[in-house]
């Protein structure tokens, strides 16, 4: 315990004498841990430069490289989605085609909408080709219209309230100076 090892009442019965392989001095003593600890950073880094050329391997046995052409219709995911949501839709409803690849050796292309709007910058992994799904304009009664954006109404607050409250207060202070006066007069009777 503690980089020592236990003196144990066993040990005395046995006659057995623990060997201290910490004796020596404080340098040699530093000396040996530095050793220990550069080995441990070296055996360490080594068993995950391992893990690491194991997991490229998997990933790589398993991805599939797909180019998308110019002009290619596309998905893009719906990454806006948080919590669970198993019935939320993991796609965006209109498709998006493809302007050009922006760089040879990375999958990122960049993205117009098909009916108008601003170009995206997206990884292939966020996009899926859907070469078979139709094109509907946007005047067509099926197309989905884009959801606006949640806005809460804001209640305005009408001038009653307040009109109210003060013809509270104000009756309420006749009442107490109504109430004071009949007090007055009972004192006055009393005496």
């Given at each position: 315990?503690h980089?020592?090892?236990?003196?144990?009442?066993?040990?005395?019965?046995?006659?057995?004498?623990?060997?201290?392989?910490?004796?020596?001095?404080y340098?040699?003593?530093?000396?040996?841990?530095?050793?220990?600890?550069?080995?441990?950073?070296?055996?360490?880094?080594?068993?995950?430069?391992?893990?690491?050329?194991?997991?490229?391997?998997?990933?790589?046995?398993k991805?599939?490289?797909?180019?998308?052409?110019?002009?290619?219709?596309?998905?893009?995911?719906?990454?806006?989605?948080?919590?669970?949501?198993?019935?939320?839709?993991?796609?965006?409803?209109?498709?998006?085609?493809?302007?050009?690849?922006?760089?040879?050796?990375?999958?990122?292309?960049?993205?117009?909408p098909?009916?108008?709007?601003?170009?995206?910058?997206?990884?292939?992994?966020?996009?899926?080709?859907?070469?078979?799904?139709?094109?509907?304009?946007?005047?067509?009664?099926?197309h989905?219209?884009?959801?606006?954006?949640?806005?809460?109404?804001?209640?305005?607050?009408?001038?009653?309230?307040?009109?109210?409250?003060?013809?509270a207060?104000?009756?309420?202070?006749?009442?107490?100076?109504?109430?004071?006066?009949?007090?007055?007069?009972?004192?006055?009777?009393?005496?």
């Amino acid at each position: 315990m503690h980089g020592q090892h236990p003196k144990l009442p066993i040990d005395l019965y046995l006659g057995l004498e623990p060997t201290d392989e910490a004796e020596g001095t404080y340098d040699q003593y530093v000396e040996k841990l530095r050793k220990d600890l550069q080995m441990a950073y070296m055996i360490a880094g080594s068993r995950i430069a391992s893990k690491v050329q194991k997991n490229k391997y998997l990933y790589d046995k398993k991805a599939k490289e797909a180019e998308l052409e110019q002009g290619d219709r596309v998905l893009v995911r719906n990454v806006s989605i948080r919590g669970k949501q198993k019935l939320a839709d993991k796609w965006q409803h209109s498709p998006y085609l493809v302007v050009k690849r922006v760089n040879p050796n990375i999958q990122v292309y960049v993205l117009k909408p098909e009916f108008g709007g601003k170009h995206k910058t997206v990884h292939y992994n966020l996009l899926m080709p859907c070469y078979a799904l139709p094109a509907i304009p946007p005047d067509h009664p099926m197309h989905i219209p884009r959801r606006q954006p949640f806005r809460p109404n804001t209640r305005i607050q009408t001038p009653t309230r307040h009109t109210n409250r003060a013809a509270a207060a104000q009756s309420d202070a006749e009442s107490e100076s109504s109430s004071s006066d009949e007090d007055w007069a009972q004192r006055i009777r009393v005496q």
